[in-house]
Each structure stands twice: as C-alpha cells, then as structure tokens.
C-alpha cells in the first residue's frame, strides 16, 4: 500500500495528480465525511521559504473568492512542516479531455460563458490567475466548469515578486504577449488566455504553435491567428476582440466577455447550435491517422466531424433573430505596440529551466538561431514597409499596408533606427490628415485615423508630434460634444443630415417599385450608415441566418408590396421607403424602442398609419417583438431579473402603442394580438423566476442568520459576507442583504482598529481590503483609511527614533584614566533612552521599543559590570543613578546595583 502523507482530520485514498510544486489527492475531510481535493506541497520545496510563501499565498487568494465558477478552498494548514490545502473534489475531468471527445459549439459557447464570469469575479478582486488553459478548468458532477490552479496567481496590486523579474510565467500556447514579453500582466491578461481557448474550442487547434516556447511567444506578440472558416465568421470579431494585442482593445471585464458571448448564443442557429468541434489529435485517433499532427491544407474535421454532429437542444423559438455583434464590438486594432529585445532569448530560457511554470507536456528547445532568424524578419520588414510607405499603403484593414510592417519591426527591435524614422513619418501624416478631416467635421473619419495614430503614439519621441495628438483629440471631443448637443436641441435634423442619401435612395426605390422589383435588394448597394458594398457584406456576416431568412421571407412578399404602393402618390411611397430604411437602421443599431426619435418601432409605426398592410413593417414590428422575446429569456437565464423586467417593460410599451394608430388593419390586430398572448407568457415566466428568486434568497439570509448567532470570529464573517454576497447577486435591492453586508464590514472596521492598536498595520490593511472590496460605500471607510495612513506615519516616525537610538547604543566602553570622564558615556546612554521613549509615544506597540529597551538594559549592565570589577563604585552608582527616570524593566540592572 502507497505511502501517503498524514494529516490530521483527512484520510488520503489515492493520487489525482502530481505538479511542479505541489501532488493532489482524493481524501475524505473526517469531519464532514466528504470527498475533497488536498493539496500537498512537496517536501523537497520545503526547504525554500518561497515555496511555502507562493503555496500559502495560492490558498489564501483563493479562501477569499466566492464564485461559483471558481473552485472553493475548504482549508489551509501547515502540519510538521507539510503545507497543505482542501479544495472541493471535481470528478467531471478537465477541458482538453472534453474538447478531445468533442463539443458543440453552443456547449462551448455556455462554457466560456461561465469561465468568464469567473474571472470578472476573480479580476474585480485585483486578481491575475496568469494559466488559463483547457487543464485547469475542471468540471463538476453536473457538467459546470470551475477555474482550478491559482498556483502562478497574482494581485495586481501585490509587492510580492517570487517570480523572477522578466521572465515569462504561464503555458506558451494560451500565454498573452504582455506574458511572453514578462512584464507585469492584468486580468485583461486572463481574458486573451480566454479567447485562445476559444479559439481552439471552435476550430480544434490552438492560433500559434511552434518549434520552440520563444517562437509561439513571439507569434503572440506580433502575428495575427489565422481567421476562422466561413461557417463560424459570426465569432470573428468577439475573437479580434478578445485576442487583440493591447490590452486597451480587449474586453475590459469578463462581464463584457460573457456579454458578447450571450449575443452570439441568442444569435446560433439550429444547425450552429449542434455543429460538434474536436482536436486534431482526436480526429485522428478516430480514423485511424498517426499520432503526427496533420499538415495537409485539407481540413481534417471534414469527414470525422460530420459524424459526431448531432442535435444537442429544441428548437428555441425566440432564437429566431440574429444579434449585429457590429453594434457591441468595437474594430480591434490590429497590432499592439510590444516591447520586444533579445532578451526574450533570456526570458524564454528562464521559463524553460523553471519546472514549475512548464505545461504538463515536454517543452520544445529553444532556437540556436533566434538572432538570426529575428534579423532576417526584421529586414523583410523594413524593406515591405518602405515600399508600402512609398505607396502610400499606410492603413488597411487587411496586413499589407505601412503600420502593420513598421509595428511588427519595432516589435522585434524597439530600437531599430530606419523602423522609428518611418514611425515618425506615418505619425505625423495621420496628424496632418486627422486636422484636415475635423475642420471638414468628418467625426468618423477623424476617429478611425487619431485611434490608428494612438496605437503607435507609443514610439513617438517628438514632443511637437505628441502635442499635435493632443490637440487633434481634444479638437475631436469638441467636435463630438457639438453633434450630440445638435441632436439633443433638434433631435428632427438626424435625417437632415443624411437627406441627400435619402433622396439618392428614394428615387431608386421608386424605380424598383415601377418595375416590380423589391427595394430589399438593393438595401447593400445604397449601404446602411453609409457603408459600401465591401463592407455591408462584412456587417452581414454578424447577423444570424435566422434574421438572414426572415429578410428573404419579406422579399418573397415583394409583389403584395407593389400593389399596394398603386395606392399611394409617388411622394407617399418615397416616405414610407425612407421610414423603413430608417427603421432597419435603427434596428440593426439595437434602438428598438429608445430614443424618442430614433427608433425603429418610431418609425414601422409611421409606416403602418400610412399603409397598415405594409409587409415590410409588418415583419419589422415582428423582428423588434422577437428581439425582446429574445432578450427577456436570455436575461432569465443570466438570472439578471432587473434587466429581464425592464425589456419586459419596453415591449409592454410598444405594444401599448398600437392605440396612437386609427383604424389598424386586421393584420396589424392580429400581430399585436399574438404578441400580447406572447407577453403574458413572458410575464409568467418573470414572475415564477422571482418567486424562485425569492425563495433562495430567503433561504440564504436565514442561514446568515443562523451563522452569525455563533462566535464570530474572521472565518464566520466571511463565510456570512460570501452568503450576503450572493443573496444581493440574486437581489442587488435586497435591504435585508445591503444591511447583513454592512455589518460584515463593522466587524472588520472593529479588527482592524484592534491591529492598529496592537501596532499591526499590515493586518489593519488586509481588514481595510475586505472592506473596500465589499462595501466600497462603508461610511467608516475614509476614517480607517486616515487611521492607518496616520499609524503608518507613527511607524515611521518610530523607526528614525529607535534607528537613532541602536546607533547610540552600539559603542564599545572603555573605562577612562585618571583624567578621564564618563559624562559622555551617561550621556550617550540616556539620550537613547530619550529616542526610545519618543518612539513609544508616537508607536507605543511597536516591537522594536521593548528589544532596544532590553539591549539598553545589557549596556548599563555591562559597563556597570567593569567599573565594579574596577573597584570604582561611585562611577557605578553614578550610572544606575542616571536610569532611575526611566520606564522600563531594569530588573538584571536593580539587582546588580543592590550589592554595591
């Protein structure tokens, strides 16, 4: 039988696995009787206090998240020198073993859904988990995906530096290029790890591989993924997005992460829905390939895939409408400025001599021939963007053009002389276009060029240039702030501003009328918000083909709409197609109901007073009803009650508009009939959520009841804070759970002043972190804040005296000659008294005080000793007489005094 440590209170059963720093296994907390994950540092780490500090640090970062999607700690604990943690058990096995067998796109998507809530969760705390990859996202029983292995962890915030300065900490092929150039990361860090899971959940490989831990770094920092394949564009730009280079334009929060996440979900269709994604090495394994990785251009999912598709959900009917992720994502730039030297050889040579930091597969060796290799990258560079500049090629949404090689070479060599000159000249000409398009009051235009302008403003070392991007920014907020100002005052002249568009449309919608074709088709070529023919089909590839149908089914009504506009004058007609253009526009920029002026319902309800049988705003009315259907379940689901109730709300309203029309139509009763059928089941479905909502609640706060009726000490409060915490997730207007919180913090607010009385600042601190973090509006807050601020100036204060005060007492006594005095030895020795009695008062806790009191006390005994030994009593007295005053032990030196 196995030799398993023993820890008091668990009975080990076997290994789960074994790490660089630590093994895990399935034991049984005695206590409770259940099944748990201990974690057991090893013994030959023991010896290094660092070790013990990075375990320590793990658990105790980890004791302080409560997530769900976050693996809980149950306890930590050191017995005869073995470090040690419990963990809630995960059976379900880890992600790469999922991705193996095969998931389907919409799994994947609620997956990384959950993940990203967790680690908006752990980044709202100031946490950088710094490893996310598929083996560290352990799944429970119930098939929910829990973030494991904070082993690497660090708070944004934390002085410590256990690991060493520049070099890279994580597994290379999910790493971000701020880790692959070792420098200080963010949880925006996290997030990119996040895309390139997704990323390899969607297509079945991870975006870089290499021969090498440096040459996938250095593909991180400066190469883009190969785009997805055309069945799964609808994920391009969340992945443009999430894997973007600088961190500015990734997703901020996890919270945005899962937001676009949700859009997608609600967006998939039936055939996305089921469509099964696997590895690589699975498909392989499967039809019976070798174990080498497929490099054929062929895409080897094709005949193995197809067999593994199969239909995981319903059909949902409010999934009928696409989601325009344009109108949520922003254009990603398209390189982030790294800072890349040689040193990356050093940095990749540390990660791969570092065990602990290594994946669990063996590492590729480093390149003997970076240089080399960096050189003639480097050269290939300059030479393309010299002939892109030359060209006049500076920007385009593809690579070819002059940003992207000059960005790419100074990612290589920040230095390289010709790279910075070229830098210059392009900044400087985006600075002369960018004035140019704001004094034509070009918002877009000005905008797109200053946002490339800042992604390289970086290397810009001239002071003029820089002021110039200042001012061009400020010219542009000014610009800014003046168009919404017009909108806001003359909120009519929004289609003022487009009218010889409309005009342009207008006549050609009345010629398609005349000859019976539906203007619909023509919808790409005049392009919504002025978007050309190239780009209207890049916005089409964000809408889902649900949408993409129902827009067809309104073109199959073409004939119905061409009859009924013989009904209407020329100018009649040109209205209502200049309404319905206006109404898919708002439409597709998510204005359903909001603003006033600006909406699409607004606008399909001009149409329908105009011609209540028009098809178009008729299936119009159906899209924005959908869409709010769509909404309502989906906020549901995210158990986000309030927002579910306030788009229950805006259908309600424009459901309640059909009363402003005169005599609607039979087709129009008939809509907004179904549609009010339709809200009383949403209604029904918002009141059984609440009430379950409710019951949970309920639920919680009786067992924070029942925890606080117990001693409470620092461990109970927190497991109170964690219930409250998630009683105000499920309610955040609960006033029973905001008043449980707060007294949380009065309990730590009364610790942590507690510490400060003891002279304990860092504790005091660690209370005050509790606090900010959970009750940021904790009426006390700015007082314990000046508490410790003050103790921490008392404490230094305290160190100058007792500095002080060890200088004059650390001298080597001589007993003068007959000519000699001992006045300045007494002296000495009470003016260090003086410097350790000032140091009390302003820090009366301090440890420093009561060791110098005891060495001040060694000192007199010691020259006392010498004088006695020298026969001159007098001298001696004359020393014991100088302490009298003081307020200290002093009882080794009362003795020795008493026998003279």
């Given at each position: ?84 943690m419990s963990m809630e058990y995960l059976p379900g096995g880890d992600l790469k073993d999922k991705m193996r067998k095969g998931l389907t796109v919409l799994d994947s998507i609620i997956i990384m859904k ?711 030895s007494r002296k000495r020795l009470r003016d260090a008294y003086e410097l350790i009695a000032k140091a009390r008062r302003v820090h009366p806790f301090d440890p420093t005080v009561k060791l110098l009191l ?47």
């Amino acid at each position: 039988m196995a030799k398993y440590p023993d820890i008091p209170g668990y009975k080990i059963e076997k290994v789960l696995g074994k790490g660089g720093m630590a093994t895990v296994y399935l034991a049984i907390q005695e206590n409770f009787g259940r099944q748990v994950a201990l974690k057991v540092m090893h013994k030959t780490l023991m010896e290094d206090e660092s070790w013990a500090k990075r375990f320590q640090r793990e658990a105790k970062t980890v004791a302080k998240l409560c997530h769900q999607s976050i693996v809980p700690v149950y306890d930590v604990g050191c017995f005869e020198q073995l470090h040690y943690m419990s963990m809630e058990y995960l059976p379900g096995g880890d992600l790469k073993d999922k991705m193996r067998k095969g998931l389907t796109v919409l799994d994947s998507i609620i997956i990384m859904k959950k993940i990203a809530r967790g680690l908006d969760h752990a980044g709202s705390k100031g946490l950088v988990h710094r490893d996310i990859k598929p083996e560290n996202i352990l799944f429970r029983d119930d098939g929910s995906p829990v973030i494991s292995d904070f082993g690497i962890s660090r708070l944004t915030d934390s002085n410590t530096n256990i690991t060493v300065t520049g070099s890279m900490v994580g597994t290379p092929h999910y790493m971000s290029p701020e880790q692959a150039r070792g420098v200080e990361v963010d949880p925006r860090s996290d997030l990119y790890s996040l895309g390139v899971m997704l990323y390899e959940l969607l297509t079945g490989d991870v975006p870089f591989t290499g021969t090498s831990a440096i040459n996938i770094g250095i593909k991180h920092i400066s190469e883009q993924p190969k785009r997805l394949p055309e069945r799964l564009h609808g994920f391009q730009k969340l992945l443009d997005k999430a894997m973007a280079k600088n961190p500015d334009d990734r997703f901020q929060t996890g919270e945005e992460f899962n937001a676009a996440l949700a859009l997608i979900e609600c967006s998939l269709s039936d055939e996305g829905e089921a469509t099964v994604v696997m590895s690589q090495a699975e498909i392989q394994r499967l039809s019976g390939a070798s174990e080498r990785r497929v490099t054929a251009s062929v895409d080897p999912r094709s005949t193995v895939a197809t067999r593994r598709i199969a239909r995981v959900r319903q059909n949902n009917a409010n999934k009928s409408a696409g989601v325009p992720l344009s109108a949520f994502l922003n254009d990603p730039k398209k390189l982030f400025l790294a800072i890349v030297g040689v040193g990356v050889i050093v940095i990749g040579a540390i990660y791969l001599t570092r065990p602990d930091l290594n994946d669990n597969t063996p590492s590729p060796v480093v390149d003997r021939d970076m240089q080399a290799v960096l050189q003639a990258k480097t050269e290939k560079l300059l030479e393309q963007a010299r002939t892109a500049m030359a060209e006049k090629r500076y920007f385009s949404d593809d690579q070819n053009n002059a940003q992207y090689y000059i960005t790419s070479l100074l990612t290589i060599d920040p230095h390289h002389a010709e790279g910075r000159r070229l830098l210059q000249e392009l900044f400087s000409h985006y600075m002369t276009v960018s004035s140019q398009k704001i004094n034509q009051k070009d918002l877009a235009a000005a905008e797109q060029i200053l946002k490339r302008a800042s992604a390289i403003a970086y290397f810009v070392e001239d002071q003029v240039q820089s002021a110039r991007l200042i001012k061009n920014n400020n010219a542009l907020n000014l610009l800014r702030q003046q168009q919404l100002v017009r909108q806001v005052n003359e909120p009519l002249n929004d289609v003022v501003s487009i009218e010889d568009e409309v005009k342009d449309r207008q006549e050609t919608v009345t010629r398609e009328v005349e000859s019976g074709r539906d203007a619909e088709d023509t919808e790409g070529a005049a392009g919504d918000d002025g978007i050309s023919l190239s780009e209207s089909s890049r916005v089409a590839e964000t809408l889902s083909d649900a949408e993409t149908a129902g827009e067809a089914a309104v073109a199959d009504k073409a004939n119905q709409d061409a009859a009924s506009v013989e009904t209407l004058s020329a100018e009649e007609q040109a209205e209502i197609d200049k309404l319905l253009w206006l109404a898919r526009k708002a439409y597709k920029r998510g204005r359903l109901s909001k603003p006033a002026n600006d909406n699409a319902s607004m606008y399909y309800f001009q149409v329908l007073a105009k011609d209540g049988s028009n098809q178009k705003a008729l299936a119009g009315m159906k899209e924005v009803f959908d869409k709010y259907g769509l909404f309502i379940n989906g906020m549901l689901a995210e158990k986000d009650y309030a927002r579910a109730n306030r788009f229950y709300a805006g259908l309600s309203y424009v459901l309640s508009r059909k009363a402003e029309l005169d005599n609607p139509s039979k087709n129009v009763e008939q809509l907004f009939l179904d549609y009010e059928i339709i809200k009383k089941s949403l209604k029904l479905a918002i009141d059984n959520a609440l009430t379950e909502r409710d019951e949970r609640l309920s639920a919680l706060l009786a067992k924070a009841d029942r925890l606080k009726r117990k001693w409470l000490d620092n461990s109970v409060n927190a497991s109170v804070r964690a219930i409250y915490q998630e009683a105000l997730r499920l309610s955040p207007s609960s006033r029973e759970a905001k008043k449980g919180l707060m007294a949380t913090s009065d309990y730590e607010f009364t610790q942590a002043i507690g510490q400060l009385e003891q002279g304990n600042q860092t504790q005091a601190h660690q209370h005050m972190a509790i606090i900010s973090q959970t009750t940021p509006d904790y009426p006390k807050l700015d007082e314990l804040r000046e508490a410790i601020r003050q103790a921490e100036i008392n404490a230094r204060k305290s160190k100058v005296f007792t500095e002080q005060a060890a200088e004059l007492i650390d001298f080597n006594y001589e007993r003068p000659g007959f000519f000699g005095s001992n006045r300045e030895s007494r002296k000495r020795l009470r003016d260090a008294y003086e410097l350790i009695a000032k140091a009390r008062r302003v820090h009366p806790f301090d440890p420093t005080v009561k060791l110098l009191l005891g060495r001040l006390e060694d000192k007199y005994v010691s020259i006392v000793r010498v004088l006695i030994k020298a026969g001159d009593k007098t001298e001696a007295r004359k020393f014991g007489q100088d302490t009298y005053s003081f307020v200290w032990d002093g009882s080794e030196l009362a003795r020795l005094l008493n026998r003279i």
